[in-house]
């Protein structure tokens, strides 16, 4: 099993729809929570970062983290079609060592004109 | 513009070869990481450098190698290429070390190996 699970998509949705994509994780250690998108042939670029459980809304972003179910969402309002991209979920364990981040496999979304 | 640099963007080699990736941090960031993606696993973290020093170490294969100069800028080396190499290779920056949750990545390199 592996650390984190996405589902890979694609996910097509209508233009203005609320678009929801989720991770599970398994590492009970994870404590930092962090949403990349990613265009086409680009690198990925941060979203949007929880520190532990609970809520955070920023613009048409909302990311929530239950940590208690190892789950992790991401919401999108009133998608747009340059919202089309590869959603990342990752994560990273806390305390003061070093760690690189543990990313899902990335939700493909298609916002549909 | 994330603010890091990688060169080159593309590169073709062939099996058994041995290339050489570069990543120029942004600017004031003292921490470099290395990743691989690949359409079968995903993105990898392979490692990270903190001001010139190795501070942690994920799925880097032993043909693998990193480091970071006192410019901060950094080199991934990767040798005796095999087919399975081929993946795009990001580097990523931090201005922290571990407790920086906030990387900003470049735009890869795309290593095709033939």
């Known amino acids: 099993q592996k650390e984190v699970e996405q589902d890979p998509g694609p996910l097509s949705v209508p233009e203005g729809a609320i678009v929801s994509l989720n991770c599970t994780y398994s590492n009970s250690a994870f404590q930092y929570f962090m949403w990349y998108r990613q265009y086409s042939r680009k690198g990925p670029e941060l979203l949007m970062y929880t520190y532990s459980s609970g809520n955070k809304e920023d613009g048409r972003f909302t990311a929530q983290v239950d940590k208690s179910s190892k789950y992790i969402s991401l919401f999108i309002r009133d998608s747009q079609p340059s919202d089309s991209a590869t959603y990342l979920c990752a994560m990273k364990k806390s305390g003061g060592g070093a760690d690189g981040l543990t990313f899902g496999k990335g939700t493909h979304l298609i916002i549909q004109p | 513009d994330s603010g890091v640099t990688q060169t080159p963007k593309h590169l073709i080699t062939a099996t058994g070869q041995r290339v050489t990736l570069r990543c120029s941090p942004r600017?004031?960031?003292?921490?470099v990481y290395w990743y691989q993606q690949s359409l079968d696993q995903g993105l990898q973290f392979l490692i990270q450098y903190y001001n010139g020093e190795e501070r942690a170490k994920g799925n880097i294969l032993e043909r693998f190698s990193a480091q970071q100069f006192p410019d901060l800028h950094s080199e991934l080396n990767l040798s005796s290429l095999e087919l399975g190499d081929s993946a795009l290779y990001f580097c990523?920056?931090?201005?922290?070390?571990?407790?920086?949750?906030?990387?900003?990545f470049g735009q890869g390199t795309r290593l095709t190996v033939v």
């Open positions: 600017s004031g960031d003292l921490s």
């Open positions: 990523a920056s931090s201005a922290l070390g571990g407790l920086s949750t906030e990387a900003f």
